[in-house]
């Protein structure tokens, strides 16, 4: 079967540097995605990494490691607002390409 | 400005009825997408439409129904047959098609309860 597993919740101070961490199982790959999601809100995009290596958004980085199917958000200079969920999205060739989502991770920021 | 419009926001459905949420895009995007999303999960995929008349079954399509007889228009059907519906609807599009990596751009979404 097809799985994502990342933390269920993190706590960081504000000012901090937080990681994210998601670890995958598809058959095949084509693209590790984060999202963001306040409560009751919509998903928004944060980043994609399609190869290895670290792409940098602002205060946003994102990693990708496929030979361990391992891939992080990292979150620099929190922020109160960036208390959010944070979810993972893996395309893989199974359910015929479309995005398997982690269950998120409920960033939670203290001042 | 350019996006995805969810309505209602909130829904009630008694036993045994249909109800209808809409999703209208105006971001000219070839793909949309129906999400369902339960408290502490994440989304699961129910429909998606990657061209006018054609829409393809998700993980969990089983209870629900979709058109797309307009690029722009997406709506989905929760049945009587689907026996839990209570949870949050999330309606999403994205350019050049379900294949591709492009990110895909959510509605507010709309939350479904059982009277």
């Known amino acids: 079967g097809q799985s994502l597993e990342q933390p269920s919740e993190v706590t960081a101070v504000e000012g901090a540097i937080v990681q994210i961490n998601c670890t995958y199982q598809?058959?095949?790959?084509?693209?590790l995605s984060w999202y963001q999601q306040h409560d009751g809100g919509a998903p928004t995009f944060l980043s994609y990494?399609?190869l290895d290596g670290l792409e940098e958004t602002g205060r946003f980085s994102s990693f990708l490691s496929r030979s361990d199917s391992y891939g992080y958000l990292l979150l620099q200079e929190l922020q109160m607002k960036d208390s959010a969920s944070y979810f993972c999205?893996?395309?893989?060739?199974?359910?015929?390409?479309?995005?398997?989502w982690g269950a998120g991770t409920k960033l939670i920021i203290k001042p | 400005d350019g996006g995805i419009t969810q309505s209602p926001k909130y829904l009630f459905r008694k036993e045994g009825q249909n109800v209808t949420l809409s999703c209208e895009q105006n971001?000219?995007?070839?793909?949309m997408y129906w999400y369902r999303q339960d408290p502490g999960q994440g989304l699961r995929l129910i429909y998606y439409?990657?061209?006018?008349?054609?829409?393809q079954k998700g993980d969990i399509a089983e209870g629900y129904s979709v058109s797309r007889e307009k690029k722009e228009s997406f709506p989905l059907t929760v049945t009587s047959a689907q026996k839990n519906p209570t949870a949050f609807y999330l309606c999403?599009?994205?350019?050049?098609?379900?294949?591709?990596?492009?990110?895909?751009?959510f509605g507010d979404g709309t939350r479904l309860s059982i009277l």
């Open positions: 999403a599009s994205s350019d050049g098609g379900h294949y591709s990596n492009q990110p895909q751009h």
């Open positions: 971001l000219n995007h070839d793909a």
């Open positions: 439409s990657q061209i006018v008349n054609d829409f």
């Open positions: 598809t058959s095949g790959f084509y693209g």
């Open positions: 990494n399609a």
């Open positions: 999205a893996v395309r893989g060739a199974g359910s015929n390409y479309q995005l398997i």
